[in-house]
Structure formats: structure tokens, C-alpha cells
């Protein structure tokens, strides 16, 4: 594996969906499958390269997904941890990413969509279907108000975080604001440090209880 092919693990219990998910990254350009899982215990228990994301199912026998993330954030310190799921469950969606998930997709999506959110949280973003991304804005918003950050952003930073919010992706987000990727990728840099925060989740969800986005 050379150093610019991302190393993917999938923990999914379904063998036909496993062997799927397996052989599209390694159908990918840049993708390698560097491990395929049945459940949490027996990746845990797995040998071969650590990946640098993870795609984990929500349902799985024994532990669960959404309270797997710990678990595997352990094992796999560098590794990002994309959830996949058949539908939005709301009680799921945000345990998931408090957890420590940073993205969360339906099983759904389109082969690009996939890949494109694997390297997405590679690159230290938070991929998400627009249908769960709907989903956890609503869920933010049924929270109520906490006290408004202190610090600032700029009106490029808000329409960008709104645009985040809604599910866009950094090209797409890009796009809306006539800006280039990189410079998406050093707004949300800004972002991250003013709101002190590590994650999109964690960005959209400190902006839309603070009041800086609706």
C-alpha cells in the first residue's frame, strides 16, 4: 500500500453487503479494504494494517455500532469512523456522534457518494447523507439554546457552516460560495478554532445552539 492509497475496514455482519462494501474500495483509485469484519469483537480481535477510516454498521451482533465508536477509536487512534445505516434512526444519529463518529451515512448511497465520504473524513471532514444531516439539524434545534459562542465568525464562515448544516460536502459547499476546496478547507479551520471544536458535528451543533446558524 503506497502512501497515497487510504487503508479502509469494514465492520458489517451482513456477508453479502460486507463483500460488497470490500470489493468497492478496492475497485477504487486510491481505496484498499485492509480489513472486513463480521462484528466489533472480532475487529477488535483482527490482525493486518490499522486503517485510517473505519465504515461501521449501526446494527451488529453484540455491540452495537453507536456504542462501538470508543472502542475502535482506541484500537485505531488515527482512524475516522464513518457510520452506515439503512435508515435515519434518530435515537442513533446523534449517540453515534457523540461517540466520537465523524460522519454518518445511509447504505443507500451511490458508489462516488462512498468514496467520496471516505476520503472526505480522511481529510478531517463529517460526511453525511443529506437525509441524516436533515435529521441531526432537527435534533439540534429540538435541544433548545445554550449561550452563544463568544467568539465570532465572519459572514463567509456563517454561510459556510449554514451550507455544512445542510449536508454539503466542501466541493459543494465551494461551489455555493464561488470559493476554491482549499479555501473551504481553511475557513473551516478558522471555524473549528474559534468555536473550539474538533469535528463538523461539533461545529454545526455549537453554532445552531448558540444562535450563529438556523
Not at 118 to 142: C, D, F, N, Q, W
Request: charged share 20%; aromatic share 4%; glycine share 10%.
Amino acid at each position: 500500500m503506497n502512501t497515497e492509497t487510504l487503508g479502509v475496514a469494514v465492520i458489517e455482519d451482513d456477508a453479502a453487503t460486507r463483500s460488497g462494501l470490500a470489493w468497492l474500495i478496492d475497485a477504487g483509485a486510491g481505496f484498499r479494504c485492509v480489513g472486513a469484519f463480521g462484528s466489533v469483537a472480532e475487529a477488535l480481535r483482527g490482525d493486518g494494517p490499522a486503517p485510517e477510516v473505519v465504515l461501521l454498521d449501526i446494527h451488529l451482533p453484540g455491540i452495537l455500532g453507536s456504542q462501538a465508536v470508543p472502542l475502535l477509536r482506541d484500537r485505531w487512534p488515527r482512524a475516522q469512523v464513518v457510520m452506515l445505516t439503512v435508515y435515519a434512526e434518530e435515537d442513533r444519529i446523534l449517540e453515534s456522534l457523540c461517540n466520537g463518529a465523524c460522519g454518518y451515512l445511509l447504505k443507500k448511497a451511490a458508489p462516488d457518494e462512498l468514496l467520496g465520504a471516505i476520503r472526505s473524513a480522511h481529510e478531517g471532514g463529517s460526511p453525511m447523507s443529506s437525509e441524516i444531516a436533515t435529521k441531526v439539524v432537527g435534533l439540534l434545534r429540538k435541544t433548545g439554546p445554550a449561550g452563544r459562542p463568544e467568539a465570532a465568525l465572519t459572514p463567509q464562515e456563517t454561510r459556510l457552516l449554514a451550507l455544512l448544516a445542510e449536508g454539503h460536502s466542501y466541493e459543494s459547499a465551494g461551489a455555493n460560495l464561488d470559493i476554491t476546496v482549499n479555501t473551504v478547507r481553511n475557513h473551516v479551520r478558522s471555524i473549528y478554532d474559534k468555536l473550539q471544536v474538533h469535528s463538523r458535528s461539533e461545529a454545526v451543533s455549537k453554532a445552531l445552539r448558540g444562535g450563529l446558524i438556523r
